[in-house]
């Protein structure tokens, strides 16, 4: 929580949608005025707090935490907006400027960058609102996420000069600087996750960046001992079918939980930074209340 902008990335499917959710949650009941970004025209978070909103729209969600959805094209027809005025957004409309943003290598995730850089500044450049004092970006899983931070520091080796080189350090600038940006990978308790978590840690340091936080999501509960399991395997020698079933599935979770934690302390032996870990919740689906729950455990 001490970074003015935080990244949440990890392997897909590990929750990382929902782990950036319940840390906005959390810094906002701390206290700070906080904005949860979603890319790729993505709207969950407004939906999940049934509110409405339109792509750009910065939707409050509760007293202190907005949420906005970033579409790439729309964000570039807002700089242009912004910078040259009616006749940026004469520009912006024609076909051949639309079909150039979006097939020149890099250009989407150079506006999508562009947009955060702008939402995070401590004095909104754009002029559309309040500052924020926490930005966290939903960002896209591991390989994603890796090229869209990488892509100010090219294109500003491309441009060299100019405007476009101008705009690229200085979002670059931003991204390194580990006092305003942090990085937090979601990561579950299976190998594949693990190791991708790994390759991101080292994907970063590979361009002077390093991880704030690793968050191990959906750990279960480990509601036995291994003492406990045999003296309950040995008792169902002569039970009834459905108590030997009920073992059975004690066993199994009882391994589960082992493999886990074991996951979990390989982790925090390999990883170079703090390993949080957030229980399963048992819930057909994710509502605020249980946002609330896994915000808890950022406090």
């Given at each position: ?54 792509a ?10 907005f ?22 957004r ?9 079909t150039l ?84 990978a ?24 390093r ?56 982790l ?32």
């Amino acid at each position: 929580m001490r970074h003015q902008l935080t990244f949440v990335t990890g392997k897909g499917g590990a929750g990382k949608s929902t782990v950036a959710a319940a840390l906005a949650i959390a810094t906002t009941d701390s206290g700070l005025r906080t904005l949860l970004v979603e890319l790729a025209g993505a709207n969950r978070a407004a939906r999940l707090f049934g509110r409405g909103g339109e792509a750009l729209e910065e939707v409050e969600l509760q007293p202190g935490l907005f949420a906005i959805s970033v579409d790439p094209q729309l964000a570039m027809g807002e700089y242009l907006r912004i910078r040259m005025g009616a006749a940026g957004r004469a520009l912006g409309s024609t076909k051949l400027f639309r079909t150039l943003s979006t097939t020149t290598p890099g250009m989407r995730e150079m506006q999508t960058m562009a947009k955060i850089w702008e939402l995070a500044h401590p004095q909104r450049p754009a002029g559309g609102g309040l500052a924020y004092d926490v930005v966290i970006v939903d960002a896209p899983s591991t390989g994603h996420a890796i090229g869209l931070l990488r892509t100010p520091r090219t294109f500003a080796k491309l441009a060299r000069v100019g405007p476009v080189a101008d705009g690229a350090r200085m979002i670059a600038t931003m991204v390194a600087d580990p006092a305003f940006t942090g990085f937090v990978a979601v990561t579950t308790a299976e190998e594949m996750a693990v190791n991708e978590t790994l390759f991101l840690r080292d994907a970063l340091a590979a361009d002077g960046l390093r991880l704030s936080k690793i968050v191990l999501n959906r750990l279960h509960p480990d509601r036995f001992t291994t003492e406990e399991v045999l003296a309950l395997e040995a008792a169902a020698a002569d039970a009834s079918r459905g108590f030997q079933g009920a073992v059975r599935a004690a066993a199994l979770e009882h391994r589960r939980a082992g493999i886990e934690r074991a996951a979990l302390e390989r982790l925090g032996k390999q990883a170079e930074a703090s390993v949080l870990a957030l229980p399963f919740i048992f819930a057909d689906e994710l509502g605020e209340g249980e946002l609330r729950t896994l915000a808890e455990a950022f406090s």
